[in-house]
């Protein structure tokens, strides 16, 4: 007999088996060590003396003094010129600072960051042949961060996932049976339960039911609001600080992650949430060929991680 368990989240497709009992959990171990091919600042090409004849897209700040720069991703798989592979993919340089983490800027300078997540998004959403507009942070060696200068990427393309219309599909045909939106009610079921993070007035965080990563974490708004774009100012403070102070907890786990927020461009009715990706367990055959994912950190336990309340305490039943 095992103590895992199967759980199923319907609306996002995905079957994950939680074995908290399968390895000890990756903070028993020391922290992984995160892969840096970095050259240092003398050659970094996202360090300002090597900008300094880089065409940007957007600049946050004046001169040598920038804040933030958003530059064209010189090596793009999808291009506006290219009607085979449609699209546009950019880079945000979080900082001028060459090796400071995203979690250790301060909160107003992550909230810049998000404005300038909004404002690339509402002029890639001008050009109508983009369908889908992904932002995302790639952190640490597994997560696939190739530059150690902190960087987050935006992916537009006239291609949408099939993935993410199915989860709207089904999204939508729960607000329709409901009459609620989907995101709405997982925060009210969520919030008095052992998955509960932290919120504040504008956001809730969960650890969700089905989470496929370890110590994943949903940050969700708790107004109806369809993408990055949208956010009012006092609401990009409030998901700064959260991000902030997820990122740090998360960090003394030393676990590389991502972070992702989709958008479909042609439909306002989503409601958005950004996902933060934890890399702790390694993805092998059972997943890649069954597509059912392991997942040995049970999500009741990473909410308490993030909580601060420690380790975990015995319990056989789990909601
Ligand atoms: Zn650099
Ligand atoms: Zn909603």
Redesign the pocket.
């Known amino acids: 007999m095992t103590t895992s368990e199967i759980r199923q989240d319907y609306i996002h497709d995905r079957v994950v088996i939680i074995a908290a009992g399968r390895k000890r959990r990756p903070h028993d171990f020391p922290p992984t060590t995160v892969v840096h091919q970095d050259q240092g600042p003398a050659t970094c090409i996202f360090c300002p003396p090597q900008l300094r004849d880089v065409k940007a897209l957007l600049t946050i700040g004046r001169g040598l003094h920038w804040t933030v720069k958003v530059i064209k991703n010189v090596y793009p798989v999808v291009h506006a010129s290219n009607p085979k592979a449609y699209g546009y993919q950019e880079v945000v340089i979080d900082t001028p600072e060459h090796n400071v983490e995203f979690a250790d800027l301060s909160v107003e300078h992550i909230a810049i960051i998000i404005d300038v997540f909004g404002k690339r998004i509402r002029t890639l959403e001008r050009d109508s042949k983009i369908k889908y507009i992904m932002t995302f942070k790639n952190r640490g060696g597994k997560a696939g961060a190739s530059i150690a200068h902190a960087h987050s990427q935006i992916f537009a393309s006239s291609f949408v996932p099939p993935h993410i219309v199915d989860k709207r599909r089904r999204a939508e045909e729960y607000?329709i049976q409901k009459g609620?939106?989907?995101?709405?009610d997982l925060l009210v079921r969520e919030q008095k339960g052992p998955r509960w993070i932290t919120e504040d007035g504008h956001f809730g965080v969960i650890a969700p039911y089905a989470s496929s990563y370890n110590y994943e974490a949903w940050i969700i708004?708790w107004?109806?609001?369809d993408n990055l774009g949208n956010l009012k100012a006092v609401e990009r403070q409030s998901l700064a600080a959260m991000l902030k102070h997820l990122l740090t907890k998360l960090s003394t786990l030393g676990l590389p992650y991502n972070l992702f927020c989709h958008q479909l461009v042609n439909d306002k009715?989503?409601?958005f949430y950004l996902r933060i990706a934890p890399r702790g367990d390694v993805w092998a055959g059972l997943e890649l060929g069954s597509r059912l994912i392991v997942n040995t950190v049970p999500p009741e336990d990473a909410a308490r991680f993030y909580r601060g309340e420690g380790k975990k305490r015995p319990s056989k039943k789990r909601r």
């Open positions: 607000q609620r939106c989907y995101y709405e708004p107004r109806h609001v009715n989503e409601h």
